[in-house]
């Protein structure tokens, strides 16, 4: 408003439309170009939102020409009356257009949001139990026509008890939080980490060798160890037991592979802790004659979890 007082422009329409027209068309593709740079969230509302207001943008540049080419295309004459009747009513619903979709975004956002919560931990704010193994059966699914070596993990805390026993569970829960941390800075962006529940925790590595696998196994395991020497001013220097299977099969078997971690995990345990155990033959079929049945609980959770 105080820039149409100025002495140059008080007596210039053409040129106010000019200046409002171009303040307009910055603003809405600035707005655009702002839904586009945050085009990682999945809505898919902001698409049209992009693309209507990059039309009300264009449509308010083209002002800007027919003021030069159309005499009198202010409003002065009936050419220029209809000309800004037409342009007034299309940005009048592409406005109304705009507010809808931008209503449908926010609503979409606020959906994503509590979907998104549903399938985090949130002391860790990584995958839950349900989430990992919907993104594994995700997964298992593509292998099928395009097989790859692939990796299951299963990891435990070592005494985690004790650790919430003699340094309380505030720093119990930094314990799993750090965990979570070492682990995603450890593993590439592809693979797959949740947590179980408790202290346990399941990752899958595709498209890994056995060797790479292991390699990824021990640097989390290293890792973890070093980043909990202090946890907030105690000297926790908490470990944890991996146990580690690797596949080669065309088909992979969710229930079946973590039934096979479960059982190299449950080994790394009886070796002393702190250590990677890669599941081979002769190990399961050595806890099968033992009759152990922790593999079979673990099929049993994905079972009860999938259905």
Request: net charge positive.
């Amino acid at each position: 408003m105080l820039i149409c007082r100025l002495p140059v422009l008080a007596d210039d329409n053409n040129l106010r439309s000019l200046i409002a027209s171009g303040i307009i068309t910055a603003y809405t593709w600035l707005t655009a170009y702002k839904f586009w740079r945050s085009r990682d969230e999945p809505l898919v509302s902001r698409w049209p939102a992009i693309l209507m207001l990059f039309a009300q943008g264009a449509l308010f540049l083209l002002r800007t020409p027919m003021l030069a080419l159309l005499p009198g295309s202010t409003g002065d004459t009936l050419l220029g009356s209809v000309w800004m009747t037409v342009l007034s009513s299309e940005s009048l619903l592409l406005t109304i257009s705009e507010a809808f979709i931008l209503l449908a975004m926010a609503k979409e956002r606020t959906e994503l949001r509590h979907r998104t919560a549903a399938m985090v931990d949130p002391l860790t704010g990584i995958a839950n139990r349900r989430s990992f193994l919907q993104d594994a059966g995700v997964a298992a699914k593509r292998h099928i026509g395009n097989p790859r070596p692939a990796a299951v993990l299963l990891i435990d805390v070592d005494r985690f008890k004790s650790i919430n026993d003699n340094f309380g569970h505030a720093v119990g829960d930094r314990v799993l939080a750090i965990f979570a941390e070492a682990a995603r800075k450890s593993m590439r962006g592809s693979d797959l980490i949740g947590r179980f529940g408790g202290d346990e925790f399941a990752a899958m590595l595709l498209e890994t060798n056995r060797e790479k696998a292991t390699e990824v196994a021990e640097r989390i395991r290293a890792s973890f160890a070093q980043m909990t020497q202090d946890v907030d001013g105690h000297q926790v220097g908490a470990t944890v037991s991996v146990g580690l299977v690797h596949s080669l099969e065309r088909t992979l078997d969710i229930p079946e592979l973590l039934a096979q971690a479960d059982h190299a995990l449950y080994c790394a345990k009886e070796r002393g802790r702190n250590r990677v155990e890669v599941a081979s033959l002769d190990m399961l079929l050595k806890r099968r004659e033992q009759g152990t049945t922790r593999g079979l609980g673990a099929a049993a959770l994905v079972a009860k979890s999938a259905a």
